[in-house]
């Protein structure tokens, strides 16, 4: 399972889990949502990340699910074989998993133009000074106030439905 990788992002480079996707062994991938980031880069500049040609190799061979996070667009970027979804579950042994991203209890979820506005002036501050703003952002209490929230939110929501929620976006 992996969650947040922000292709076309600046702010984060695909290279380390590129060597994680090709060094490890697992029956299936789980996308859990903001794979991409559409906000902050043209559908053109990530398909030439090279996450996406593996993850269309990947996909070939395992069963490849993408959960939709509120940056990521529902195209068949990664190819047909990737099925999107919005959540995921399954069973291990004796406990049951459910995978989602998070952005779903979030008022603005992925509708707050300002929200995006932020976001590109977070880029563009990271891309000129090499200062990445929501880093000390998340550091903030009230931050922290509001994300423990919104958990709660969601594990309200799925209470008692699963042993473990595997959540992306905070």
Do not use: C
Request: aromatic share 12%; no cysteine; proline share 2%.
């Amino acid at each position: 399972i992996t969650s947040d990788v922000h292709i076309g992002d600046p702010r984060f480079n695909t290279s380390d889990i590129i060597k994680t996707l090709q060094k490890e062994e697992y029956d299936r991938l789980i996308l859990n949502g903001d794979i991409i980031d559409i906000w902050l880069a043209d559908i053109e500049t990530i398909k030439n990340d090279p996450l996406v040609d593996i993850i269309k190799n990947i996909s070939k061979t395992k069963e490849v699910y993408w959960v939709l996070g509120n940056h990521d667009t529902d195209s068949d970027l990664f190819g047909d074989k990737v099925e999107r979804v919005d959540k995921v579950a399954f069973f291990h042994n004796e406990y049951s998993f459910l995978v989602v991203h998070g952005h779903e209890v979030y008022p603005n979820k992925n509708n707050g133009w300002w929200t995006r506005i932020l976001a590109k002036v977070s880029s563009k501050i990271y891309q000129w000074f090499g200062l990445n703003i929501q880093y000390f952002l998340r550091k903030t209490s009230l931050y922290k106030r509001k994300s423990m929230r919104m958990r709660m939110k969601l594990l309200n929501k799925y209470d008692g439905k699963y042993t473990y929620i595997i959540m992306g976006h905070t």
